[in-house]
């Protein structure tokens, strides 16, 4: 079955230290998404990307890193300038950047501790 | 600019309850519409969604929501809670031009009571 993979699912960490998020899908899609999730509030922005090699920042970037070097993967970096890293970060996926009518598809969710 | 807003952070009904999850949007343009559900400790599945045509849109496990331009709403409705309704709901809006960049309302949480 195709779909989004994100490992780990639970990742704790000491303050200061960088640390990478994974995210793999096998769905052929163009464009990902990582988005951060709060309790009580609705999912945030952080990075997507349309196409290989290119990726655009979204609403809450700083202190976060992307890359994109191919079309399954799209690894996530949290950062020590990140002042806030304690959250649930998700992962997703859709079709095609320009087909706004496209869902997202999520990956399960890795849940990062920072003390 | 787009923006949700989904009235009642929490939702309780009784089983066999109807179910009604409130969403309202605000777009620029014509919006693209979806409802998704969260439970706990995983990610995000879609529910339905609205794009054109029809606005009495039908989704998984018996869920509908209408588009209502005029009043620039989205409800989710369901007819009869089952025990396995319990999540967390997500309105979103996208664009043509802004494609891709899915505004999320902040959830609802919805309890089933026995």
């Known amino acids: 079955d195709g779909g989004i993979t994100q490992s780990p699912k639970y990742l704790f960490r000491k303050e200061g230290q960088n640390v990478t998020l994974s995210c793999e899908q096998n769905?052929?899609?163009?464009?990902m998404y990582w988005y951060r999730q709060d309790p009580g509030q609705g999912l945030r922005l952080i990075y997507y990307?349309?196409?290989?090699?290119?990726?655009q920042k979204g609403d809450i970037a700083e202190g976060y890193s992307v890359s994109r070097e191919k079309k399954e993967s799209f690894p996530l970096t949290v950062t020590s300038a990140q002042k806030n890293p304690t959250a649930f970060y998700l992962c997703?996926?859709?079709?095609?950047?320009?087909?706004?009518?496209?869902?997202?598809?999520f990956g399960n969710g890795t849940r990062l501790t920072v003390t | 600019a787009q923006s949700v807003t989904q009235l009642g952070s929490h939702v309780s009904v009784s089983e066999g309850a109807l179910v009604l999850l409130r969403c309202n949007y605000s777009?620029?343009?014509?919006?693209?519409l979806f409802w998704y559900v969260q439970y706990p400790n995983q990610g995000l599945q879609l529910l339905l969604k609205?794009?054109?045509?029809?606005?009495l849109v039908k989704g998984i496990n018996g869920f509908e929501a209408e588009f209502k331009k005029s009043e620039t709403s989205f409800h989710l409705t369901k007819p009869s809670a089952h025990m396995s309704d319990a999540a967390e709901y997500f309105c979103?809006?996208?664009?043509?031009?802004?494609?891709?960049?899915?505004?999320f309302g902040d959830g609802t949480t919805l309890t089933v009571k026995p």
């Open positions: 997703a996926s859709s079709e095609s950047w320009t087909g706004a009518n496209s869902p997202l598809h």
């Open positions: 990307s349309q196409i290989v090699n290119d990726f």
């Open positions: 609205y794009t054109t045509g029809a606005t």
């Open positions: 979103a809006v996208t664009s043509n031009t802004n494609a891709g960049k899915s505004t």
């Open positions: 777009s620029s343009v014509p919006p693209y």
């Open positions: 769905l052929n899609h163009d464009a």
